[in-house]
Nanobody, 117 residues
Framework: QVQLVESGGGLVQTGGSLTLSCTAS???????MGWFRQAPGQEREFVAA????????YYRDSLKGRFTIFRENAKNTVYLRMNSLKFEDTAVYYC???????????WGKGTLVTVSS
C-alpha cells in the first residue's frame, strides 16, 4: 500500500520561508513526484513536479523563482522549498506521486501552510 506523508507546514509571516517534505512508502520502481495546493474556496492547482532522476523540474509559471522542488531518492522524499512567501500562498499543500510502473497517482493528506500578512 502506497502512503505519502507530508510535513513542514505551519504559520509563517509574509516574506518568510518554509520547506515542505513528503516521504513515500510502499511504492516500487520509478516514479515522478510533485506538489499541488488548494486554497480555501479554490480548486486544487499544480505547484511543481520533479522527474525520477531529479534532472527535470516543472513549476507553475507564477511560482518560478520563489519555489524549488528537489528529491532524495535514497529517502523516497521530495521537498518543496518556498521563499518570499506571500499571503496568497496560503493553502493546503498536497504531495502527489505518479508510478512509472502502472501510471497510477497517489496523494498525501496534505499539510497546511498559512502565511500571515
Amino acid at each position: 500500500q502506497v502512503q505519502l506523508v507530508e510535513s513542514g507546514g505551519g504559520l509563517v509571516q509574509t516574506g518568510g520561508s518554509l520547506t515542505l517534505s513528503c516521504t513515500a512508502s510502499g511504492i516500487t520502481g520509478w516514479y515522478a513526484m510533485g506538489w499541488f495546493r488548494q486554497a480555501p474556496g479554490q480548486e486544487r492547482e499544480f505547484v511543481a513536479a520533479v522527474s525520477w532522476s531529479g534532472s527535470s523540474t516543472y513549476y507553475r509559471d507564477s511560482l518560478k523563482g520563489r519555489f524549488t522542488i528537489f528529491r532524495e531518492n535514497a529517502k523516497n522524499t521530495v521537498y518543496l522549498r518556498m521563499n518570499s512567501l506571500k499571503f496568497e500562498d496560503t493553502a493546503v499543500y498536497y504531495c502527489k506521486v505518479r508510478s512509472g510502473l502502472d501510471g497510477l497517482d497517489y496523494w498525501g493528506k496534505g499539510t497546511l501552510v498559512t502565511v500571515s500578512s
